[in-house]
């Protein structure tokens, strides 16, 4: 399998760093032959290619069966005719990853301040309210005059569908509970049409139950009881928001690992940012890139019917679950150890099958 590894601005060299031990470890014991290619974007790609994102980059991504790619420091990035694209967005519309995958689960040995709860957020992730992945509406930000903007949200039957059914496949292979999640008291074209596409890809699947929420209230409920939730489907703005939500519930947001997945492309990106404020201190939780990295070798094994992949996933799962339980792990988690030491501890692990 070859996967390109882009490490990213702020924690994204630590932790990165830190994944590549662990697949390179995966790959001893799995016999899996990963073929690991190192590669730059965001501002490292800036500084040296006068771009954030190559297009070389992209046709490299295109011919490799899997990306991961390190937390960026998107909110620096302001002109994308000045090359400052956000990466994250450029290979989530280039390769068309529709589904965002985010886990959220508690740990044995770790306090679980809400009780013990196993969920997926399943977030749609090319359209919604961001104005930067709105190109084929041409954009979804507008100045209307100096003080007046107008951002605009682009939600498609297409998109609505696919997420959908992502979300009841994941289900049947859980708990069976699909909650859908939206605005449709106030955005009601729009969320009533995601509410109805959602129900209507549920019929395929009639052993899973299904409710719904309106975002604003899921906040309160997913915080009251989230072991009530299994798989949670949403639009991207409103996924992006609970996944984080849901991560830290959990125990961190250095827990939320994350796969962004289409049709033939996949990339494992954690779920949260480049974090400056810890940057270079070799603090910061690599859990959520190992995890990401975990779920692109569980999805490229179940693509490909190779169960030596699925079992290397499994793996680093359980290893990292091990490491929390005994305390081998990072501070926001309960643990003392620094961002490498605890990439040395689930290597070790790994090693020790
Ligand atoms: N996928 C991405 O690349 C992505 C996602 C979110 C934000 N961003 C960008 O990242 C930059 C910083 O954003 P932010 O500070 O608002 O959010 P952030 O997610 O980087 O950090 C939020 C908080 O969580 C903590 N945190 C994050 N990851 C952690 C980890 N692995 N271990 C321990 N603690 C961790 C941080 O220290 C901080 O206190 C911005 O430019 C933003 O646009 C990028
Ligand atoms: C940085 C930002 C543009 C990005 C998004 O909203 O898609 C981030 O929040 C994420 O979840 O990856």
């Excluded at 590894?5 to 995966?26: C, K, N, W, Y």
């Excluded at 930067?132 to 949200?153: A, F, K, Q, Y």
């Excluded at 603090?283 to 959520?288: H, K, M, Q, V």
Aim: one cysteine or more.
């Amino acid at each position: 399998m070859k996967i390109v590894v882009i490490p990213g601005d702020g924690i994204g060299p630590e932790t990165m760093a830190t994944t590549v031990d662990v697949l390179e470890a995966a790959s001893k014991r799995f016999n899996l032959n990963l073929d690991l290619q190192h590669d730059i974007a965001g501002h490292e790609s800036l500084k040296r290619n006068g771009a954030t994102v190559t297009p070389e980059l992209l046709e490299k991504v295109r011919a490799a069966d899997g990306l991961m790619l390190g937390p960026m420091a998107t909110y620096d990035f302001k002109d994308e005719a000045k090359g400052e694209v956000n990466p994250s967005k450029f290979f989530r519309k280039s390769l068309d990853l529709y589904a965002n995958i985010r886990p959220a689960r508690t740990y044995p040995g770790m306090p679980a301040r809400l009780g013990e709860f196993d969920l997926v957020v399943v977030r749609e992730n090319t359209e919604g309210f961001y104005a930067d992945r709105n190109v084929e509406s041409g954009g979804s930000e507008m100045l209307i005059t100096p003080d007046v903007v107008i951002s605009l949200r682009r939600i498609t039957r297409l998109c609505c569908e696919r997420i959908a059914r992502s979300a009841f496949e994941l289900a049947m292979t859980r708990k069976k509970h699909v909650t859908i999640v939206h605005k449709a008291n106030v955005l009601k074209i729009a969320d009533g049409m995601f509410i109805d596409i959602c129900h209507q890809v549920g019929k395929e699947f009639p052993e899973v139950t299904i409710d719904d929420f309106i975002v604003d209230a899921m906040m309160a409920h997913v915080v009251r009881a989230p072991q009530r939730f299994d798989v949670i489907v949403t639009t991207n703005m409103f996924g992006d928001i609970l996944s984080d939500l849901t991560a830290e519930l959990s125990g961190s947001l250095g827990l939320g690992g994350s796969l962004n997945a289409g049709t033939d492309h996949a990339m494992g990106q954690a779920a949260h940012g480049s974090a400056p404020d810890i940057a270079g201190q070799n603090i910061a939780n690599p859990f959520s890139l190992i995890l990401s990295a975990a779920m692109l070798l569980g999805w490229y094994g179940q693509r490909k019917g190779q169960q030596a992949f699925n079992d290397a996933a499994a793996a680093i799962f359980d290893v990292v679950a091990d490491a929390i339980a005994a305390g081998e792990a990072t501070r926001d988690v309960g643990g003392k150890l620094g961002t490498k030491e605890t990439g040395e501890a689930v290597v070790r692990r790994l090693a020790a099958g």
